[in-house]
């Protein structure tokens, strides 16, 4: 039974362009929400989170929304740069007793070309 | 300011064998989950240390075991090794204390390789 979902494997965006990447739940447990990017041979790198009380976060040219009735969550990047190219996963806390509990997405590679 | 270090960096096994994975958190943690993460997934939960006990576990079997060290180090052994074992294994240090422990910091990792 999986929790979260990136349905999309890859991105693939032109330099400037936005980049959007999705994550859809299922349990209205999780009450932060995360994102994390990772290269190849480093571990994954937080990025940007968002409380379930609000529905969208800034950060530069990063932007998290979230659609709690439709449990869906979202990064927005732009204008997209080449160094952007990474996996992203989507990460959900439940908080409470969770203790450190992250739930992952299966993740989604950007490729932002030049 | 030294972040999470995992040793070691590759480590190949046989079946049946048993495994030790170690992990030193970030300067000022005092708090490690550890992560399995199989090719094309997204890293799952295995549990944490917090104060030398195992205070939350995900859905894997006792064939898997921490330890954390007063020094807040901790180790992962991995008994009976299976082949689905194959995986990169992530620690992640937080602040045990804070309200909130999800803004976890990430090591390299280490891939186990089962033969």
């Known amino acids: 039974d999986q929790q979260v979902k990136q349905n999309s494997p890859s991105l693939s965006v032109q330099e400037g362009r936005i980049s959007i990447l999705n994550c859809d739940y299922t349990n209205s447990m999780f009450d932060y929400f995360l994102w994390y990017k990772k290269y190849p041979a480093e571990g994954p790198t937080f990025l940007i989170s968002?409380?379930?009380?609000?529905d969208k976060n800034e950060d530069g040219r990063f932007t998290v929304f979230l659609n709690k009735s439709a449990k869906h969550l979202s990064l927005h990047i732009v204008p997209s740069q080449p160094g952007d190219s990474a996996v992203y996963f989507c990460a959900l806390y439940a908080g409470g007793t969770s203790y450190g509990k992250l739930t992952f997405g299966q993740g989604t590679i950007l490729t932002v070309h030049p | 300011d030294a972040g999470v270090t995992q040793s070691p960096t590759h480590l190949i096994k046989t079946r049946g064998q048993q495994v030790t994975l170690r992990c030193s958190p970030k300067?000022?943690?005092?708090?490690v989950s550890w992560y399995q993460q199989a090719l094309g997934q997204g890293p799952q939960f295995i549990f944490q240390y917090y104060e030398e006990e195992e205070r939350q576990r995900g859905n894997f079997p006792d064939r898997f075991s921490g330890h954390q060290f007063p020094n807040y180090s901790s180790e992962l052994n991995v008994n009976a090794l299976l082949l689905g074992d194959s995986a990169l294994y992530l620690c992640?240090?937080?602040?045990?204390?804070?309200?909130?422990?999800?803004?976890?910091?990430f090591g390299p990792g280490t891939r186990l390789t089962v033969t």
């Open positions: 968002i409380s379930s009380i609000k």
């Open positions: 992640a240090s937080s602040l045990g204390g804070a309200d909130r422990d999800d803004e976890q910091y």
């Open positions: 300067s000022g943690h005092d708090t």
